[in-house]
C-alpha cells in the first residue's frame, strides 16, 4: 500500500510538472505601492514590457527571462528598482500563467522649471522626466537651471533642506540667476531671500534661523522685502 501511495505521488508530481511546462503568459500583473510617486503607471509599465518582448503574452511561462525584464525595467528614469516573478494559478479546467511586475519608483526631492526643461531630480541625483499624468508637491527650483548646476550645487543643498524640519517646512522655491546666486521664497511671508551661491549653506541657514527666531518673534517679518545672506557671516534685512 505505501509503495502504491509513493507511486501515484511520483505519478502526479510528473503530471503536474508537464502540464505546468506548457502554461502560457496570459497577462501581466503590475504592482505599484499605494504611497508610491506615479510617474509611470501600471499601463505604461506594462506596454514597456510587451513592447520589448513582443511575443511575451502567450509565450510559455517557464521559458520568460524575468531578469531581461527587470533589466529592460530598469533602464526607465522614473523606476528605481522592478522585481518580475512567474505565478501560475489553476482554474476548473485548466491553468492560468501571470508574470507579476513589482515596480518601486524614484522620490523626487526637488523639480525643476527652466526654460523647455521640466523635470525631477531624486536624492541621488538621477533625473526622472516631468509627467502629465502626475506632479509631485516638492520643492521647486526655476530661473538659469542647467543639469549640472541642478545636481553639483542645486542637490546637496536641497537635501540638506528636506532633511531639516524646520527648513523643510519654511522654503518652497529655488529661483536661479545668470551669475549662479539663488533667491529662495518662503512658504510664509513675502520677502524674498537673497542666499548668493548655494555653498556655506549650513552657516547661512544658521544665520536666517535666528533672525526667525529671535528678530522676527518680536517686530514680526512682514515689515521686510528682501533678506539677505550674501555677505559673509552677515544678515542683512530690507525694509518694506
Not at 533625473?127 to 499624468?133: A, N, V
Amino acid at each position: 500500500m505505501f509503495s502504491l501511495m509513493i507511486l501515484v505521488i511520483i505519478v502526479s508530481l510528473s503530471f503536474s510538472s508537464s502540464t505546468l511546462s506548457t502554461v502560457k503568459c496570459d497577462e501581466i500583473t503590475v504592482i505599484i505601492p499605494e504611497d508610491s510617486p506615479r510617474f509611470i503607471d501600471e499601463e505604461e509599465i506594462s506596454a514597456i514590457i510587451t513592447r520589448a518582448n513582443t511575443n511575451l503574452l502567450e509565450t510559455q511561462l517557464d521559458s520568460i527571462n524575468t531578469e531581461t525584464i527587470e533589466q529592460q525595467l530598469s533602464k526607465v528614469a522614473a523606476i528605481k528598482n522592478a522585481e518580475v516573478f512567474r505565478h501560475i494559478s489553476s482554474g476548473e479546467t485548466d491553468f492560468k500563467g501571470t508574470l507579476i511586475v513589482k515596480v518601486e519608483q524614484r522620490e523626487p526631492i526637488f523639480r525643476v522649471l527652466s526654460g523647455s526643461e521640466d523635470y525631477y531630480m531624486d536624492n541621488q541625483g538621477v533625473k526622472i522626466p516631468g509627467s502629465q499624468k502626475y506632479a509631485a508637491h516638492v520643492l521647486l527650483a526655476t530661473g538659469k537651471v542647467d543639469q549640472d548646476f541642478a545636481k553639483e550645487r542645486l542637490l546637496p543643498f536641497v537635501n540638506f533642506i528636506i532633511d531639516n524640519e524646520f527648513w523643510s517646512a519654511q522654503i518652497k522655491q529655488i529661483e536661479v540667476l545668470g551669475n549662479g546666486e539663488i533667491i529662495l521664497a518662503p512658504l510664509i511671508g513675502n520677502q524674498l531671500i537673497e542666499f548668493g551661491e548655494p555653498d556655506n549653506y549650513q552657516v547661512k541657514l544658521r544665520n536666517l534661523k535666528a533672525l526667525y527666531e529671535q528678530g522676527f518673534s518680536e517686530l514680526g517679518w512682514e515689515h521686510y522685502k528682501k533678506i539677505s545672506l550674501k555677505y559673509n557671516n552677515q544678515v542683512v534685512c530690507t525694509k518694506n
